[in-house]
């Protein structure tokens, strides 16, 4: 790996850390939505530093988790347990960023799910960066 990838992929693994804390301070000040938008977000830049490391070069320009770890080689070493994890925060994005999505999945994104919803994404990306290496 050139030192000009590396660079890369050190960015988007820094930005998994720092998301992860933004979630964690949304679970507290309650904004529910938002820790769901940014679990989804985790392991997108967990997936596109995954993607620079294996491909080198730019990911495709899309927020779909599937396409990401489709393209990055990763979908045929997942476990059940994560492409469930996927299909559930693929919603997640869209609730962040449009009005009509939020009512629905405000309703699933209590407390609970969400602690458990970071706790099951920092593991995620963690395997994720693990697999990178």
């Avoid at 320009?61 to 559930?88: A, M, Y």
């Avoid at 919603?91 to 629905?104: C, D, F, Q, T, V």
């Amino acid at each position: 790996m050139t030192e000009e990838i590396k660079k890369k992929v050190d960015y988007w693994f820094e930005m998994v850390f720092y998301d992860l804390e933004t979630s964690k301070a949304m679970l507290e000040s309650k904004r529910y939505l938002y820790v769901g938008f940014f679990c989804h977000l985790i392991i997108e830049k967990a997936l596109k530093g995954h993607y620079w490391s294996k491909i080198s070069e730019e990911p495709p320009f899309t927020h779909n988790l599937v396409i990401l770890s489709d393209r990055s080689g990763l979908s045929n070493s997942l476990k059940i347990e994560q492409k469930i994890l996927l299909s559930e925060l693929m919603p997640l994005n869209i609730a962040g960023r449009y009005s009509h999505e939020k009512e629905e999945i405000a309703k699933i994104l209590t407390r609970e799910h969400c602690n458990l919803l970071i706790n099951r994404t920092e593991e995620f990306a963690k395997w994720i960066m693990k697999q990178s290496h």
